[in-house]
């Protein structure tokens, strides 16, 4: 079964950490990397972190040396720890392969866990 489910999210405040947790169904997980997405009101989606089979990381711009992205594979989880938040991280984020997932003919998306940063 493809499955994909988010948590950790909620409201923090600018400076503030969470760490945003995900299952995923050995189908998704056995893709060669996993990532975080996330999507603002209004905006795109877009990969944030990424974590390949060997190991290796890499991160967008706008999160890199603020957010690290890990996983354990004997539990299908990955993983994002997020420090040093600002308002412009707040956004619904999502896990998934990349490329992402199809079931069918259509991208797969699990229902994501919001994270707003306000003071």
């Known amino acids: 079964q493809v499955q994909l489910v988010e948590s950790g999210g909620g409201l923090v405040q600018p400076g503030g950490s969470l760490r945003l947790d995900c299952v995923a169904s050995g189908r998704i997980f056995s893709t060669s990397a996993m990532g975080w997405y996330r999507q603002a009101p209004g905006m795109e989606r877009k990969l944030i972190a990424r974590i390949y089979g060997g190991g290796s990381k890499d991160y967008a711009e706008s999160v890199k040396d603020r957010f690290t992205i890990y996983r354990d594979s004997a539990k299908n989880t990955v993983s994002l720890q997020m420090n040093s938040l600002k308002p412009e991280d707040t956004a619904v984020y999502y896990c998934?392969?990349?490329?992402?997932?199809?079931?069918?003919?259509?991208?797969?998306w699990g229902q994501g866990t919001q994270v707003t940063v306000s003071s």
């Open positions: 998934n392969s990349h490329p992402a997932i199809l079931k069918g003919n259509r991208t797969y």
